[in-house]
């Protein structure tokens, strides 16, 4: 009989919590910080040509937290172990600097500040999905969507700075504003 620290729990049942959390702090981030093209800033700003349309944006970021969520729960439900720790380790500590990109970005208009917790983001994003994939696979394939979302949302960051000389409240030269 397995007990409670080697049984596997069921993932729908960990989602129900994780997915709806994720998506939720998401939104609630970027409406604290007037994210989006609403906010008067960040609406004066040239953007990048190969930018998304501005709609694009919430429908993705739902759908990568929904994915993120369900991966958190595949690995929740794993039973505890190192290896099981340290990724939800490198998980929670890209989410927390995710969660912290548009207040630093939007609210505080650090443009280069916001390129810098990107590149570590995605650098520990790429460890996350690893990870993930070593214990579930299917949990590792499911970041790859959001992967792929932060090389784009790097480059649209660092062009957003190159093309906006100025409009960096915290410049560290990385953009040339």
């Known amino acids: 009989m397995a007990t ?5 729990r ?3 049942k960990l989602a129900l919590l994780t ?3 994720i998506v939720f702090v998401g939104i609630l981030m970027g ?4 994210s989006g ?3 008067g800033w960040y609406a004066a700003l040239e953007k990048p040509g190969f930018q998304p349309p501005s709609w694009a944006f919430g429908v993705v970021w739902t759908i990568l937290y929904a994915l993120m969520g369900i991966a958190l729960a595949m690995i929740l ?3 505890s172990s190192g290896r099981r720790n340290s990724a939800l380790l490198l998980f929670f500590v890209q989410l927390a600097l995710n969660f912290s990109w548009s207040p630093l970005f939007f609210g505080a208009r650090m443009i280069d500040v916001a390129l810098v917790v990107l590149v570590v983001m995605l650098a520990l994003a790429i460890a996350t999905t690893v990870r993930f994939f ?6 590792g ?3 790859i969507p959001y992967l792929a979302w932060l090389c784009l949302a790097t480059a649209l960051n660092y062009e957003t700075g190159r093309l906006n000389p100025g409009a960096d409240s915290a410049p560290l030269g990385l953009t040339g504003a």
């Not at 409670?4 to 596997?8: I, Q, R, V």
């Not at 409406?31 to 007037?34: G, V």
């Open 10 to 12: 069921p993932v729908w």
């Open 31 to 34: 409406a604290i910080s007037n």
């Open 19 to 21: 997915v709806p959390t």
């Open 134 to 139: 070593s214990i579930r696979q299917v949990a």
């Open 4 to 8: 409670a620290d080697t049984a596997e």
């Open 141 to 143: 394939i499911l970041l």
């Open 37 to 39: 093209f609403e906010n």
């Open 77 to 79: 439900a794993r039973p």
